[in-house]
């Protein structure tokens, strides 16, 4: 925790040290049984192997999945280090396999991954889930490798429950410029003229292009390593989810699932190990109350990257 004065264009979300202590009384650890609205709207401050048992049955709609990838990184004051593929698939499945009964046979489920753990996912996730497709953003983020490609992309696995699940269509149509809009008897066929431009709204597709890594400038961003963008999160919780629907994000890191979840009137519950990430979730929360946008989502609509004015 600090107290030291931002640069006048930096809008990262800081934990002040008179915060902590306050935000922190909010955080729940499980030591026995819950019901579905105890935990309700709620970040729980424990690792997943301990909280897992204590969850109740079937009450998730949408679980999203960032865990740690299969490389060696540092987590504030936890390390990650990387391992076999096969040990990787071990090691996810040992969570996995603990809160499988938290979710409804009709539930959604989406796991976050990159090229490293993409097999280890795959077969894992196959155990106790349809896997439906793979989702593929790209991440323009740092300036890459000399003696490699650029790796500036991630996965996510789309996977359900059963045959029976909710993808919501309409609620994920992009807005794309139009560059040779194409007429029809002099009228726009398949797009609409508006004073910013000529724009089509088109079907998603498993290829993201469209997203902002959080950074400095982002009111959204902060000092987790691997954050997500909100937009990302807004885009899974519109396709596979109804509003009072819940989210669960058993790896919360600095709140994005939750946040997002709120904002589009969901009902969310967290579980992050850091106290200081989950009391930066609490603060975020906070701030939706009465900030309640998102980058690149618009009035319904979302947009290519860089094209919203």
């Not at 990302?232 to 994005?256: H, M, N, W």
């Not at 939706?288 to 979302?302: D, L, P």
Request: charged share 30%.
């Amino acid at each position: 925790m600090v107290n030291k004065k931002k640069a006048p264009r930096n809008k990262t979300v800081v934990l002040q040290r008179a915060e902590a202590a306050r935000l922190a009384k909010k955080l729940l650890v499980l030591d026995r049984a819950v019901l579905r609205k105890q935990i309700a709207n709620r970040t729980i401050n424990q690792g997943i192997e301990s909280a897992a048992q204590f969850l109740p049955e079937a009450f998730v709609d949408l679980l999203f999945l960032d865990p740690p990838y299969n490389l060696t990184k540092t987590f504030r004051t936890s390390t990650f280090k990387e391992m076999s593929g096969s040990r990787y698939a071990e090691w996810m499945e040992s969570w996995l396999s603990r809160i499988v009964h938290v979710l409804k046979p009709t539930a959604s489920i989406y796991i976050c991954g990159d090229w490293r753990s993409s097999s280890a996912i795959q077969s894992v996730a196959e155990k106790y889930f349809i896997v439906r497709n793979r989702i593929t953003w790209e991440r323009e983020k740092g300036r890459g490798a000399k003696a490699n490609w650029k790796n500036a992309s991630e996965d996510i696995w789309f996977c359900t429950m059963s045959e029976k699940f909710l993808f919501d269509l309409d609620a994920v149509k992009m807005k794309r410029k139009v560059i040779a809009p194409y007429t029809e008897n002099g009228r726009p066929k398949d797009w609409h003229p508006s004073d910013e431009g000529n724009y089509r709204l088109t079907h998603p597709s498993n290829l993201w292009t469209d997203l902002t890594v959080p950074f400095w400038s982002m009111a959204e961003n902060t000092e987790h390593p691997t954050q997500k963008p909100e937009k990302l999160l807004a885009k899974i919780i519109l396709a596979s989810s109804k509003k009072g629907d819940v989210v669960f994000d058993p790896f919360l890191g600095s709140g994005t699932t939750s946040v997002a979840a709120k904002k589009l009137g969901r009902t969310y519950v967290g579980i992050e190990l850091d106290k200081k990430f989950a009391c930066i979730a609490e603060k975020r929360l906070e701030n939706a109350e009465t900030e309640k946008s998102i980058q690149g989502f618009h009035n319904g609509i979302f947009w290519e990257r860089n094209s919203l004015k």
